[in-house]
């Protein structure tokens, strides 16, 4: 596997990662009337550092992640992320080095931390990866999430100083 930044023929195939996640209902709080505009507006846009995760043999994108200041001026200095592994490619450990790779790109375009403001308590692996990766919990949200098939839960917001 490879991350390398997203070129703009990749941004096609980056919206359909997200709305594949957004489709879900169980990771992402935009529902089904997000819009693809609405998207692009705050997050698939190459203003925002964007990675994607490609196959060694034939360049296949299998995940990304998307980079962007969590809060607009003085809240600038800390890194927001988003992060998509293609169904097909779950359980390969994209996510992790997604993961690592995210932190090492937020700490050389220089913020000061990263934070999370919504994952998802039953999003075990994404807790566990985070906790892993040496963010804490600053915060829990009760039943900050709905979610699709368990109804409210849970939402914690981490962070990691960078």
């Known amino acids: 596997m490879h991350i390398r930044p997203a070129l703009p023929q990749d941004m096609e195939t980056v919206w359909q990662l997200f ?6 209902n169980i990771y ?23 990675y994607v995760a490609t196959t060694a043999t034939d360049d296949e994108i299998t995940g990304a992640y998307i980079l962007k200041p969590n809060q607009p001026g003085w ?32 700490r050389e375009a220089g913020y000061r931390g990263m934070q999370f403001n919504l994952v998802v308590s039953t999003n075990t692996a994404a ?12 915060g829990t949200i009760p039943g900050g999430f709905y979610h699709i098939e368990q109804g409210y839960v849970d ?3 981490f962070f990691k100083a960078l």
């Open 19 to 24: 709305k594949q996640v957004i489709d879900e």
């Open 127 to 138: 807790v566990k990866a985070w906790l892993a990766s040496g963010f804490d919990i600053i």
């Open 75 to 106: 809240g600038s200095h800390i890194a927001n992320a988003a992060y998509m592994v293609d169904n097909k490619h779950r359980g390969k450990g994209i996510g992790g080095l997604l993961a690592t790779h995210s932190i090492a790109s937020a």
């Open 28 to 50: 992402y709080p935009y529902d089904q009337h997000t819009t693809r505009e609405e998207i692009e507006s705050s997050w698939v846009t190459l203003k925002n550092l964007v």
């Open 155 to 157: 939402a914690y917001i």
